[in-house]
C-alpha cells in the first residue's frame, strides 16, 4: 500500500479568530510550550475551549474542514463568549501545561533508563551464548541471576510498565529474540500469578529455549526464502539437539522440557513429538505463545513482519486452538489492544506510536505523537491514563501513513521490550 493511503490528512485553511466555532478541527501553529492544550492538533469540543482558544489572541487559525464538525447553522460567538478567560483560569491551565512538559520528561528518562537496562541484559545474553558451550556453569549461573534481577524488580509492584525500544538498541542478533521471549514471558507468568520461584524457571527456560539452533546452519536460520521439506526437518531438529545441550549444561528438567517442547501446539499440529492440550508441559506453552508472538512481529524475513496489534489479532481470530486459551487471553490482556510498537490513530484525528503499556490498565496506552510543529527529537508524549477525552479509534500499518508521518514516527523495523527498572516501595510478594 502507499504512503498515505486513506488517512484523511488535509492541509487545511485560515479562518479569523471571529470566526471559530466550537466543532473546528485547528491546527495551532504555536510552539507546543506556548499554549495550554495537549495538542497542537484538536477539535474545539466545548465553549470553554474555545474560549481558551481565543485568549491565545492569534489574528487568524488553520482549520482542516474535512475533520472540523461546525453545525451549518452554528451562531457566531457573541461578545461574552470570545471574552478570555479570567488570568487565575488561564494560569491554572498553564500549571498544567508544565506538569504535562515535566511528565513529558518523566517518561523520557523511564525509557531511557529501560534502554539502558536492555542494553546490559543483552550483553549478558551475548556472553550467555558464547559461555554456554566451553563454560556452562558460569552461562546458567548468569542466566539465574539475570532473571532473578528481573523478578525481584517485577514483584515490586503490581502495575508494570512495558516500554517499546529503540531500534539502536535492538540489533539483528539471536540473543535479542531469547531476551524477548524472556521478558514477555516472565511478565505474562506474574499476570498469570505464578510464584517467584516459578517466574525464575520461566525466565532461564526463555533465555535457552533455542540453544539447540547452534547446530542448525546459519544458511537455514537465515534462509529468508520458504524452507524446503529437508531444511524445515532439519531446523525440528534443534528441540532435540537443545535437550541434549541442556542436560550437558546441568539444566533442571522443568527447562529441558521447555527446551524440547516449546513448538509443541495445543491442537497437536505441533513438534516434535505432536502433543496435544494438556499433555504439553504448562511453562512450554506458556514460552511457546510468547515465542510465535516474537517471531510474527520479528521473523527472519523483515518484509514479513505484521505489527503487534496484527499480531495478537491474527493469533486470536484464526490461531486461537494452537494456544493454552488462558495465556492468550492474559497476553492480550497484559498487551493490550495496542501493544507497544502499535502505529495508531487517536480519537482527535492525531497519528501516533504506543511507545509504553501499564498492565493494569493498557487500553489507556502512552502514546508519541506526530505534530509538525514539535521538532522530533522533542516529540510529545501523552500518556492517555491522564487524557480522558482522547483515546485510541484504530490501528494502522505503518505503510498507510504519510511519509513525513512516517518518518516522525519511525516505527521499529524489530519490536523489542523491556520493562520500568523503576522499583517501586512495595513489598515484594511471596
Known amino acids: 500500500m502507499p504512503y498515505g493511503e486513506d488517512t484523511g490528512v488535509s492541509e487545511g485553511t485560515y479562518i479569523t479568530s471571529d470566526e471559530l466555532r466550537v466543532g473546528h ?32 489572541g492569534l489574528k487568524k487559525v488553520r482549520i482542516d474542514p474535512a475533520r ?24 491554572a491551565v498553564m500549571v498544567e501545561k508544565r506538569a504535562r512538559v515535566e511528565r513529558n520528561r518523566e517518561i523520557r528518562t523511564r525509557i531511557n533508563a529501560c534502554e539502558r537496562e536492555f542494553l546490559q541484559a543483552a550483553t549478558i545474553c551475548r556472553e550467555l551464548s558464547k559461555d554456554l558451550f566451553s563454560n556452562p556453569k558460569k552461562a546458567v549461573a548468569s542466566a539465574n541471576a539475570l532473571i532473578k534481577q528481573v523478578t525481584d524488580s517485577l514483584l515490586m509492584d503490581r502495575d508494570v510498565m512495558v516500554h517499546l525500544m529503540n531500534d539502536k538498541v535492538a540489533g539483528e542478533e539471536v540473543y535479542y529474540h531469547s531476551l524477548n521471549v524472556a521478558m514477555l514471558a516472565v511478565l505474562l507468568g506474574k499476570a498469570l500469578d505464578l510464584s517467584q520461584d516459578v517466574l525464575n524457571v520461566v525466565g532461564v527456560s526463555a533465555l535457552f529455549h533455542d540453544i539447540g539452533k547452534a547446530d542448525v546452519p546459519d544458511k537455514i536460520l537465515l ?7 529437508a531444511e524445515d526437518e532439519f531446523l525440528r531438529q534443534h528441540c532435540v539437539y537443545g535437550i541434549e545441550h541442556g542436560k550437558r549444561a546441568g539444566l533442571s528438567e522443568p527447562v529441558l522440557q521447555v527446551i524440547g517442547f516449546h ?42 513482519a505484521i505489527t503487534p496489534h496484527e499480531a495478537l489479532s ?60 514539535v521538532p522530533k527529537e522533542e516529540a510529545i508524549i501523552v500518556d492517555l491514563d491522564t ?24 516505527p521499529r523495523k524489530r519490536v523489542t521490550y523491556y520493562f520500568d527498572p523503576n522499583k517501586s516501595q512495595g513489598t515484594p510478594r511471596p
Open 25 to 56: 478541527y485547528i491546527c495551532l501553529e504555536l510552539s507546543w510550550l506556548d499554549h495550554p492544550f495537549s495538542f497542537n492538533s484538536f477539535l474545539i469540543r466545548t465553549p470553554e475551549q474555545l474560549r481558551e482558544v481565543l485568549a491565545l
Open 68 to 91: 472540523s464538525k461546525v453545525a451549518s447553522d452554528e451562531p457566531a460567538p457573541d461578545a461574552a463568549t470570545q471574552e478570555a478567560p479570567a488570568e487565575p483560569e488561564v494560569d
Open 223 to 229: 534462509k529468508k526464502e520458504a524452507l524446503t521439506k
Open 263 to 304: 513448538h509443541e501446539l495445543m491442537d497437536g499440529s505441533g513438534y516434535p513429538k505432536g502433543l496435544k492440550g494438556e499433555a504439553i508441559p504448562r511453562l512450554a506453552r506458556l514460552i511457546g505463545l510468547v515465542n510465535a508472538y516474537d517471531n510474527l512481529c520479528n521473523p527472519v524475513n523483515q518484509a514479513a
Open 314 to 373: 491474527l493469533m486470536y481470530a484464526k490461531h486461537r486452538p494452537r494456544y493454552d486459551e488462558q495465556m492468550l487471553g492474559k497476553l492480550i490482556q497484559m498487551l493490550g489492544v495496542y501493544p507497544p510498537g502499535t502505529v495508531v490513530r487517536l480519537s482527535n484525528e492525531s497519528f501516533g506510536m504506543v511507545l509504553s503499556i501499564n498492565s493494569a490498565r493498557p487500553l489507556r496506552p502512552v502514546v508519541m505523537v506526530y505534530d509538525e510543529q
Open 387 to 410: 487524557e480522558p477525552e482522547v483515546g485510541v479509534a484504530k490501528a494502522l500499518r505503518p505503510n498507510q501513513l504519510p511519509r513525513q508521518i512516517f518518518d516522525y514516527l519511525s
